[in-house]
């Protein structure tokens, strides 16, 4: 019954193709150069790569969602969504899965070949996939806030990170420790609660924060 | 028929420290046109947006059916329909995808678009620009798609920023047309515009941003 308004988001990937490989271009050139930098010492190398995965997402995530409501804002769609009787707030809940789906998702997906890149054991590999997974769909939603709030300034390349990447930080902790617990042979499940719930908590109230973001961003 | 009365009282509007434009009154009702008319600048497209409710106001307030538009329960948007200059359209779908997509979101009239789109798109003449991409369009056949939205909603309130603008002679005499159909139904239209085309109009009304007057 939406079909169409799946569809809008959907082409926007789709017939923008370059919104899907940039991401994924990136995170491999960054994460290839890495050895280079480091030198050729394996074991030194399995302990930092999970970090480096990490760091790479964040700047990853931040190439694709800084810049994300600009589009629709100079197209004079956000107005036309604001001045609409309709409720947008599952659209813009739509608009972050989407963006995830398509650039982030597909970086996740090729994580197993990074391992075997980079001699990463199967048991931190999927510790990894995990925290990535519920760990990626905050960063996300949390870059789109930001590029919402500075939406309406004309020059906001550096502002929207700037605001952002604060609130990273307890996703950054919680995977870096569940990380570490595995590679030492600890237990790590409380982590991966603990960002089950902060998914659970920014997911659902991220819209409604949004719609609230781009009315007062309009009205520079 | 409902009624519906618009009424700007004082309305003050700055931005950062700059005034746009102070003490702006006029009010409306069924049948009529605003020709809201002023050099670039002027603070037409910021009166425009504030009578959406997407500009805030410094001063003053905005009524419609003498309920404030920023109270809450003031559902004016189910009765409005603003085009901007931008043109709300996305580059990447395609002429029918857009229109459908802003039919979407227009709940006044659900499906006519759908199950008769050529209709709609033979009235400004850009059926044959059905599947191609907006970003393929030229200006004014964009500002045509734009404003084909005009035909299938069934909302009172026009609120129009320089519909005129990139059109060619004979979409501006169609459109002119459309309005007239639309003031004879007993709806309203807001209107900033360059082109004095009120001669077409029999109640008409002024606003110049210049000074504050209204002439009937």
Known sequence: MNSIIFKKEIYTYFRNLNYIFLPLIFFFLVISIFPLVIGPNKSLIAKIIPGIIWITIIFTSLLSSSNFFKDDYNNGIIEMYLTSEKSIEFILFLKIIICWFFTIFPIIIFIPIVSIMFNISLHTLTTIFLTLLLGTPVLVSIGIFGSALTMGISKNNILGPIITVPFYIPVLIFSASAIESVSNGLPYDLQIYVLLSILLLILPTMPYLLKYTLRISINN | ?216
């Open chain 2, 1 to 216: 028929m409902k009624n519906i009365d618009i009424l700007v009282d004082n309305a003050t509007c700055l931005r950062g420290d700059n005034l746009i434009f102070d003490n702006i009154s006029f009010n409306l009702s069924n049948g009529e046109i605003l020709f809201i008319m002023g050099p670039n600048g002027c603070g037409k497209t910021t009166l425009i947006r504030s009578l959406c409710g997407i500009q805030h106001l410094e001063n003053g307030c905005i009524k419609i059916n003498n309920v404030n538009i920023n109270n809450p329960e003031c559902n004016f948007l189910e009765n409005l329909v603003y085009i901007g200059h931008n043109d709300s359209l996305s580059e990447n779908l395609t002429t029918y995808e857009n229109l459908e997509y802003l039919n979407k979101f227009d709940l006044s009239n659900k499906d006519e678009f759908i199950s008769n789109p050529n209709k709609f798109l033979k009235f400004f003449d850009i059926s044959k620009y059905k599947n191609y991409l907006v970003s393929e369009l030229s200006q004014g056949n964009k500002k045509k798609v734009a404003l084909s939205r005009l035909l299938f909603t069934n909302k009172k309130i026009w609120v129009l920023d320089e519909p005129l603008s990139f059109l060619d002679e004979d979409s501006k005499n169609n459109l002119i047309k459309l309005f007239l159909d639309h003031i004879t139904n007993g709806g309203l239209i807001v209107t900033s515009t360059h082109i004095d085309f009120s001669n077409y109009f029999e109640k008409s009304k002024y606003l110049n941003m210049k000074g504050i007057n209204i002439n009937e």
